[in-house]
């Protein structure tokens, strides 16, 4: 759930992890690469803690785009800035965002995803009770140089004012069910949703896996799957013997080719994002 108001603006920033390997079962066998973020440092003066997942120099093949988790407490916000040439995703894992994008303020939920556009003036509150949880990331990389705040501000003002794109609830996105426990839904995707104009090169999707739940055994031989546990733990699979337990906060990195059934073992639902990049496409997707 959503609210749009005007007013003024908001901020951030991103990049990596700690990276593991789950051996193999079976000699030969496949690797599971497991993503866990570690060292939380101040951001925005101590406004906010952030922790990298991906960045330019994770030591995986190139991504496009930086991810990190960013924790801010209650009444705190990051400082209004302008990222320049890049555009940033954010999605709210706990707690309340209010969220300025030039002259437009949403206030996101838990399970909210939104696009804030390159250049915009922007800033992010945590007005809710709790720790203000969420994933961020950019596409191109961000850098430094980039990040304009402050004085250099006014240097860089914009001539249009430009408004974010909200997936208020994951319902809102494209439904998939495969029957088996699972609950599958493309939150944004540029190939299958042309219309909203999304200037991302990847996709994201939510998942929601019941107890005993799955993803059937399949391979994405087009692209890059990185797959973000939110609640719960799952167990990954690949038909060369590698199995490993990954929990909340964590994610798995399977290259372009990689095939893995997802289970959930545990007593509790479990829940995942998954970003592909280049963005899903059926043309890339196959079974069994």
């Known amino acids: 759930m959503h609210k749009c108001i005007l007013i003024l603006i908001i901020p951030l920033l991103l990049s990596a992890g700690c990276?593991?390997?789950?051996?193999?079962?079976?000699?030969?066998?496949?690797?599971?690469?497991?993503?866990?973020?570690?060292?939380?440092?101040?951001?925005?003066?101590?406004q906010g803690l952030y922790s990298h997942l991906i960045t330019i120099d994770t030591p995986i093949p190139p991504m496009s785009y930086n991810l990190g988790q960013v924790t801010i407490s209650p009444g705190n916000a990051t400082d209004p800035h302008r990222l320049l040439g890049t555009s940033e995703l954010v999605y709210v894992i706990d707690g309340i965002a209010g969220i300025h994008c030039d002259e437009t303020i949403v206030t996101a939920e838990k399970g909210e995803l939104i696009l804030l556009p390159e250049g915009v003036l922007q800033s992010i509150l945590s007005v809710g009770e709790t720790d203000l949880r969420y994933l961020s990331a950019n596409q191109p990389h961000y850098r430094d140089a980039i990040d304009i705040r402050g004085d250099d501000l006014a240097s860089y003002e914009m001539m249009t004012?430009?408004?974010?794109?909200?997936?208020?609830?994951?319902?809102?996105?494209?439904?998939?069910?495969?029957?088996?426990?699972?609950?599958?839904?493309?939150?944004?995707?540029?190939v299958l949703m042309p219309e909203l104009e999304i200037p991302i090169d990847y996709s994201v999707a939510y998942a929601e896996l019941l107890p005993s739940g799955k993803i059937i055994n399949n391979r994405l031989?087009?692209?890059?799957?990185?797959?973000?546990?939110?609640?719960?733990?799952?167990?990954?699979?690949?038909?060369?013997?590698?199995?490993?337990?990954?929990?909340?906060?964590?994610?798995?990195?399977?290259?372009?080719?990689?095939?893995?059934?997802?289970?959930n073992s545990g007593d509790t639902p479990a829940s995942l994002l998954s970003i592909v990049d280049p963005a899903w496409q059926p043309e890339f997707f196959e079974t069994g």
């Open 161 to 190: 004012s430009q408004t974010p794109i909200v997936i208020a609830n994951p319902e809102e996105g494209i439904e998939w069910d495969y029957e088996t426990g699972t609950m599958i839904y493309t939150l944004i995707n540029p």
């Open 19 to 46: 990276l593991t390997a789950a051996p193999p079962e079976e000699e030969g066998g496949a690797e599971i690469l497991v993503i866990e973020p570690r060292n939380p440092f101040p951001i925005f003066e101590g």
């Open 221 to 263: 031989t087009g692209a890059a799957d990185l797959i973000y546990v939110i609640h719960g733990e799952v167990d990954f699979i690949t038909p060369e013997g590698a199995e490993i337990t990954v929990r909340a906060g964590d994610a798995a990195y399977f290259p372009p080719g990689q095939a893995k059934e997802i289970r």
